[in-house]
């Protein structure tokens, strides 16, 4: 069974920074892209950034020029620093992984738990 596991969320002020961690495990043939996903309180889900398995990056304009993400293929791991954080980066932040499970014949959608951001004014 796959799992996505996230680290690394928390309580931080204004212009401080946070770094996001989140390992797929389990029996995995293939990552392909992998990213960061938030939603705040009444809003929908938003993507933040995205890497795919060769290592092109895009990120959603709000965040351009102050989140890096980055991944590690041999740890199936990929990261979000964050820096320069606002209080309306404040959301649940999910990881997402499109993988190809072993004993499947298609690539799917895997999503973490979230973990929670706060950035306080």
């Known amino acids: 069974q796959v799992q996505l596991v996230e680290s690394g969320g928390g309580l931080v002020q204004a212009g401080g920074s946070l770094r996001l961690s989140c390992a797929a495990s389990g029996s995995i043939f293939r990552v392909n892209h992998m990213g960061w996903y938030r939603q705040a309180p009444g809003q929908q889900r938003e993507l933040v950034a995205r890497v795919t398995s060769g290592g092109t990056t895009n990120y959603a304009d709000s965040v351009k020029g102050r989140f890096t993400i980055s991944r590690d293929n041999a740890k199936n791991t990929v990261y979000l620093q964050m820096s320069s954080l606002k209080p309306e980066d404040t959301a649940v932040y999910y990881c997402?992984?499109?993988?190809?499970?072993?004993?499947?014949?298609?690539?799917?959608?895997?999503w973490g738990q979230g973990t929670q951001v706060t950035v306080s004014s």
């Open positions: 997402n992984a499109d993988l190809w499970a072993v004993g499947t014949s298609l690539t799917n959608d895997y």
